[in-house]
């Protein structure tokens, strides 16, 4: 299967073209001052368009406002815009931050769309602001045609935040140019305890330079901080031009809200007047559903859910995990019985049944946290799933032993793990012939990442699972720059014909460091 990047076609161009010019004209900051538009009193959408949660037949549009707006999209197979659908939208308040997404429902399958939105004052619909151009393409309906889409996580990390000398998020342009059919952002898709310094000098002499804004100045604690923080990485141009262009599966993970957390933690952080960590989660997941076009954070009845299933085609199904919300506290993870685990009971059963009624030929497990790799919480307590002990499962093992059980004996195939989080690339295999515990079928889980943030040395590996760690790419110390650094993102292309599933470990700046080939159907690979 060839590497090379879909050539965008003439219609494609033009389209993005108008998504180009305006991010360009209004992505840094000078968000404020730009407009002749606001001067003339009339909405206008600085922050660019999204689209989210794609299938063969629907999708979500957003945008942000920057005042009271009625929310207007229109599609259409052309970017001509004739015989233009119209889809009428929410009204656009400050109790969303001015934000708002629109589901497009009987979208046809395997299908370029075109669409723009309109931002109309909501006392005088003949008062609109310019329009936002985007595209997408719907999952196909048939399995003879391929997919291909990219994955990575953790952005504006550890004070490495949008460098203008630097282009902003390169690898956010790098991943337009590659033209997926969508983007898994695998979490940490903002950091709202991470402070963005102006500066920062790097270890060889050089200043870092970083775009400030005030809710990047201190630790996120309010609900406009928390929305602060994810309007801050709409401030780059790369990831505008992106967004118009690639729908994106977003899921989040522990610095949406504050590093290592889980419900119930009481902090004794100096730098939190709130120390309640589910008062702060429950302003931050407001906010991510409200910066993020998230089908279970709009649908009625599913709010603030975050695990779904993403249905691509006959090829793919994206079962996007929350190990944040119902998992226990951080400990030591010895004890012998443990049902609430990284998932809680109520996810987990969710995730046996969605992965048991699955008719996709890969079934693709979206995870905010790695498996077998050892993430430390402290001295003596652990963050993800593995503890560093490496015999039959303890703790939140045990979780995920029963997972791997009910994968083998329900004789689902085609499963394979996709993570970011610690901050490197690279690749293990699970075999039980090399585990502690041993009922379960061999997988793959593949790791991708800084997007846009600090990179750090590889995590040690737990064998209870019995993992093999057969590619690794990552700095030998701690938060390194991305100007030391290249950041990471993966590409999963899966063949129409063959149904041959490629994963490739990408560099920026266009190298791939690692391959795989994996077969449809087949066990152990």
Known sequence: MSQSPRISSPDRRSVLRG???ASAALALPTLATAPA?????RPGAAWGVQTGDVTASSGLV????????????????????RRAHRWHGPLLGSDTDFTGTTPLRGLPAGEQVHYRVTLADPDDPRRTGEPVYGTFRTAPAKRCEGVRFLWSGDIAGQGW???PDIGGYRAYEEMRRLDPDFFVCSGDTVYADGVIQPSVTLPDGRIWRNITTEEKSHVAQTLADFRGNFRYNLLDENVQRFNAQVPTVVQWDDHEVRNNWYPGQILDDPRYTEK???????RSVRA?????????LHAPGREGRVHRVVRYGPLLDVFVLDMRSYRNANSPGRQADDTQGILGAEQ???LKHELSRSRAVWKVIASDMPLGLVVPDGAANFEAVAQGDPGAPLGRELQIAELLRYIKHSRITGTLWLTADVHYTSAQHYAPERAAFKDFAPFWEFVSGPLAAGGFPANALDSTFGPERVFVRAPERANVSP???PQYFGEVDIDGGSGELTVRLRAEGGTVLFSKALQPGRVGQ
């Open 37 to 41: 538009l606001a001067l003339s009193g």
């Open 62 to 81: 957003w945008v942000r406002s920057d005042r009271p707006a009625r929310m207007i999209v229109e599609t259409s197979a052309t970017d001509s815009f």
């Open 276 to 282: 309640n960590v589910d008062v702060l989660a429950e």
């Open 161 to 163: 935040g949008i460098n």
């Open 19 to 21: 998504a180009v010019a």
């Open 483 to 485: 100007m030391e650094s």
């Open 288 to 296: 991510f559903g409200e910066y993020f076009p998230i089908s279970t």
């Open 348 to 350: 987990l059963a969710w």
